[in-house]
């Protein structure tokens, strides 16, 4: 059913009064209230919230949906009749901040996170709308939007982990803080500027969770990794539990830059530091490193500056041809 069509439908039973009608029209949609790409007025909001009323384990797609603000702190408590929920990045953050207007959207939080299956997308490409001229600019967001992701994952106490999705998102410094006291009930997917971002102001304090919020591979290829970086990439690193794989290739890293990274070489299983600046000197550090610990399975050094390699001929983990 068209979303159009399907508006029309829940405006007649909303006007008619049936509540009888609204469990036929889910029964012959599969549960399914599509209401894409409309723009809905109080009328519409109300049938909206007579159709979540009197409906159970629906699911609702808003994306590219535009709902006045007063009217989606009205319909947010009616999550509690949804299985799922598809929003755009645009609506997901109205909701958001609607979640701290007031107590009652605040208990809300657990049911928001759980509809929208423990996931926060803020990126573009997850759902392009190909009907329409998609803005696929990076989205801007600012402290106070990322002080409201907190808050709703804070308020939320679930055992499962969010995926925080913030590829073509823009954060500034101020929001960045904000995120990390939630960082350790979340997956962190972004693209390698932000990362850079959360890797050059990492604490101490929150290391472990920013280490576990990135999972099991850390890809900052063909980035800079000036010292501020490398050393939040140190900390990282020694928080670090079950790491497989660290690519660190063309990021410009020199002997010096090196030398923060060594002493906790052996967390990752693979590591990729071709591309670079790293001569004999630093490739004798990680030869040694490599020699003392079985858990490294593989060192890439392709297109250094290591001119004596007959070394490392001994140890095969270690690939520089």
């Given amino acids: 059913m068209s979303s159009a ?3 029309c439908v829940i405006r007649e039973i909303y006007e ?9 029209l889910l029964s012959s949609v599969e549960n399914y209230i599509n209401l894409q790409s409309r723009d809905l007025d109080s009328v519409h909001c109300a049938a909206l919230r007579f159709t979540l009323q009197h409906c159970t384990a629906a699911s609702l797609n808003l994306l590219w949906t535009s709902i006045p603000e007063e009217e989606l702190q009205s319909i947010l408590p009616l999550f509690t ?4 929920l598809s929003v755009d990045r645009l609506l997901l953050l109205k909701i958001l901040h609607c979640c701290s207007v007031s107590d009652v959207q605040q208990e ?19 759902a392009l709308d190909l009907t329409a001229n998609t803005d696929s600019e990076p989205l801007h967001l600012t402290a106070d939007d990322c002080h409201e992701m907190s808050r709703v994952i804070q308020r939320a106490h679930s055992d499962t982990k969010t995926r925080l999705i913030l590829h073509d998102c823009e954060i500034h410094k101020a929001g960045i803080y ?5 960082l350790h009930s979340v997956h962190l997917c972004c693209d390698k500027p932000l990362l850079l971002q959360f890797v050059a102001r990492v604490r101490p304090e929150e290391a472990q969770s920013l280490s576990q919020a990135l999972g099991e591979e850390l890809d900052l290829s063909q980035t800079q990794l ?8 140190e900390l990282i690193l020694e928080y670090s539990e079950g790491l497989t794989e660290l ?3 063309q990021c410009r890293l020199t002997d010096d830059s090196l030398d923060l990274l060594l002493p906790n070489l052996h967390k990752a299983q693979i590591t990729d530091f071709s591309g670079n600046s790293i001569t004999d000197a630093g490739a004798e550090k990680i030869y040694s490193i490599v020699t003392r610990n079985s858990n490294i399975k593989t060192v890439r050094l392709f297109n250094n500056r290591i001119e004596s390699r007959e070394l490392f001929s001994k140890d095969p983990r270690i690939e520089i041809w």
């Fill in 5 to 7: 069509f399907m508006l």
């Fill in 16 to 24: 008619s009064g049936s509540a009888g009608f609204v469990s036929s």
């Fill in 81 to 84: 009749h949804l299985s799922h």
């Fill in 108 to 126: 809300a939080a657990a049911v928001l996170l759980s509809v929208l299956q423990h996931k926060l997308d803020f990126s573009c490409r997850s």
């Fill in 178 to 182: 904000q995120l990390f006291p939630v």
């Fill in 226 to 233: 000036d010292p501020q970086v490398c050393r939040g990439l």
């Fill in 247 to 249: 690519d660190l290739s």
